[in-house]
């Protein structure tokens, strides 16, 4: 079992900076690659960005690419999505979620991720 807790959404003006984290707690937290999606109103879920359980594979979104970073801390059990230069397009609900699985390559697809956390807003306004 593993427990995901995020933090760090709000209400912020175009052009500014968040950052998100993901604590988790449960098992081995370090064993687990980490993935970040969000999902706005009426539209699907999408990938943001996935990070290896060492941290030594990171792969992005095309849309965020540039602006987002996502990193990790395993003494910490965190996961974290820096995100700047952000736009009204990045408003949504985002969510860490942990993918159990090994894999070869990071996995982009949200069925894939096995636990998920509660979500946090983030509004940007134009």
């Known amino acids: 079992q593993v427990q995901l807790i995020e933090s760090g959404g709000g209400l912020v003006q175009a052009g500014a900076s968040l950052r998100l984290s993901c604590a988790a707690s449960?098992?081995?937290?370090?064993?687990?690659?980490m993935g970040w999606f969000r999902q706005a109103p009426g539209k699907a879920r999408e990938f943001v960005a996935a990070?290896?359980?060492?941290?030594?594979?990171?792969y992005y979104a095309d849309s965020v690419k540039g602006r987002f970073t996502i990193s990790r801390d395993n003494a910490k059990n965190t996961v974290y999505l820096q995100m700047n230069s952000l736009k009204p397009e990045d408003t949504a609900v985002y969510y860490c979620?942990?993918?159990?699985?090994?894999?070869?390559?990071?996995?982009?697809?949200?069925?894939?991720?096995?636990?998920w956390g509660q979500g946090t807003q983030v509004t940007v306004s134009s």
């Open positions: 990070i290896s359980c060492s941290g030594g594979r990171i």
């Open positions: 449960g098992r081995t937290f370090s064993s687990n690659a």
């Open positions: 979620a942990a993918d159990l699985a090994y894999r070869s390559t990071l996995s982009t697809r949200g069925a894939t991720y096995d636990y």
